[in-house]
C-alpha cells in the first residue's frame, strides 16, 4: 500500500545548529515532493516543492532534497531559531490531483 | 486576499445532530479540498472538486458525509449524523495552479480548520 514515513519522534535541537528531518516514501514515483509547516491551532504552510528531476531546491534557511532512487527527501533548516519550532509535514503528489500528507515531525529549537 | 476562511472555528454538538461546516476559498482558486486531520491518522483527504464539481470523494468516510459547492466562492461539509469517532479538525484548502504535462497539482492554501467536538 502507499506510505509517507517521517521521523515519528520529536526533534530537539539546539538554536544555530541545522535541523534535518526526513520523508521516506513507498509504492510511490510522485512527479514532486512538498514541504509544509503547521503550527499548533493552524493549517499547513506551504513552504518548498522540488520535482523529481531536481536534486535540490533552497529558499532562504530551508534546503530540499529529493532522491528518486532511495525515495527519500531530506529537509534542513540552518542556523535554526526557536521560531522554527512547529511541525512539519512532507506531502506526495500521488497522481489523479491527489496529494497525500505524511504525520509530520515536531521540531523544537531550544534557545 | 484574506486566505481561505472556514467556519465555524469551533463546533461542540451532541451525538446525533447535523453539523455543517463552511469554506470560502481564496478567490480566482479552481480546486478546492475538504481533509479531516485526528492525532491518529495525521491528515486525510475527504473530497477535493475541481470548478465546482466533485472529482474524487473516495475519501469520505462513510454516506453520513456530504460536500457540495453551490459555487466557487463556497463550500459545504455537512455530517448527518454526527458521531464521537467524527471529532477531529476539518481543514479546507484551495489551490490554483495545475501542474501542466503531468496532471498533478500544486501548493494548496489551507484555511485555519474547524475544530469539531461530537459528545
Known amino acids: 500500500s502507499q506510505k509517507i514515513e517521517q521521523n515519528s519522534e520529536a526533534l530537539n535541537i539546539q538554536e544555530g545548529k541545522t535541523a534535518t528531518l526526513t520523508c521516506n516514501y513507498t509504492?510511490?514515483?510522485?512527479?514532486?515532493l512538498q514541504w509544509y509547516r503547521q503550527d499548533p491551532g493552524r493549517g499547513p504552510v506551504f513552504l518548498l516543492l522540488?520535482?523529481?528531476?531536481?536534486k535540490e531546491k533552497r529558499k532562504e534557511r530551508l534546503k530540499v532534497t529529493f532522491d528518486t532512487t532511495l525515495k527519500q527527501s531530506l529537509f534542513h533548516i540552518t542556523a535554526s531559531q526557536p521560531a522554527d519550532s512547529a511541525t512539519y509535514l512532507c506531502?506526495?503528489?500521488?497522481?489523479?490531483?491527489?496529494?497525500?500528507f505524511g504525520a509530520g515531525t515536531r521540531l523544537f529549537v531550544k534557545a | 486576499d484574506a486566505g481561505v476562511i472556514q467556519s465555524p472555528r469551533h463546533e461542540v454538538t451532541e451525538m446525533g445532530q447535523e453539523v455543517t461546516l463552511r469554506c470560502k476559498p481564496i478567490?480566482?482558486?479552481?480546486?478546492l479540498f475538504w481533509y479531516r486531520q485526528t492525532m491518529m491518522r495525521g491528515l486525510e483527504l475527504l473530497i477535493y472538486?475541481?470548478?465546482?464539481?466533485?472529482?474524487?470523494d473516495s475519501g469520505m468516510p462513510e454516506d453520513r458525509f456530504s460536500a457540495k459547492m453551490p459555487n466557487a466562492s463556497f463550500s459545504t461539509l455537512k455530517i448527518q449524523p454526527s458521531e464521537p469517532r467524527d471529532s477531529a479538525v476539518y481543514f479546507c484548502?484551495?489551490?490554483?495552479?495545475?501542474?501542466?504535462?503531468?496532471?498533478?497539482?500544486?501548493?494548496?492554501?489551507f484555511g485555519p480548520g474547524t475544530r469539531l467536538l461530537v459528545l
Open positions: 484548502a484551495s489551490s490554483l495552479v495545475h501542474l501542466p504535462g503531468t496532471g498533478g497539482m500544486e501548493t494548496q492554501y
Open positions: 509504492n510511490y514515483s510522485p512527479a514532486y
Open positions: 522540488i520535482r523529481e528531476n531536481e
Open positions: 506531502a506526495l503528489d500521488t497522481g489523479g490531483f491527489k496529494t497525500i
Open positions: 478567490s480566482g482558486h479552481d480546486y
Open positions: 472538486f475541481n470548478n465546482n464539481v466533485p472529482i474524487d
